[in-house]
């Protein structure tokens, strides 16, 4: 098992920036993918972000690449997600997961519990 638990999420003006961490516990952190994904009000789960065991390779989509960053230290098992340039249709609970290489939900196993974005004009 791993435990995710995610922070970092709040209020934020378009253009401005935020960082969400997502620490984890349990099983070897550094053996797993780390993921972003966000689901915003009424609209399906989307993915954000992935990144590799080692930290070395990421993958973003389209909507995001370019203004988000992942990262993650694996001495202190958690992955971070930077978010620059915000937009409001950022506007979304954010939640980390634990899985292999993958833009899909069905291959993340850990979830953490979600933390909310809120982008205002």
């Known amino acids: 098992q791993v435990q995710l638990v995610e922070s970092g999420g709040g209020l934020v003006q378009a253009g401005g920036s935020l960082r969400l961490s997502c620490a984890a516990s349990?099983?070897?952190?550094?053996?797993?993918?780390m993921g972003w994904f966000r689901q915003a009000p009424n609209k399906e789960r989307d993915f954000v972000a992935t990144?590799?065991?080692?930290?070395?390779?990421?993958y973003y989509a389209d909507s995001v690449k370019g203004r988000f960053t992942i990262s993650r230290d694996n001495a202190k098992n958690t992955v971070f997600l930077q978010m620059n340039s915000l937009k409001p249709e950022d506007t979304a609970v954010y939640y980390c997961?634990?899985?292999?290489?993958?833009?899909?939900?069905?291959?993340?196993?850990?979830w953490g519990q979600g933390t909310q974005v809120t982008v205002s004009s």
């Open positions: 997961a634990a899985g292999v290489r993958s833009t899909d939900q069905k291959d993340y196993n850990y």
């Open positions: 349990g099983r070897t952190f550094s053996n797993y993918f």
């Open positions: 990144v590799n065991w080692s930290g070395a390779a990421t």
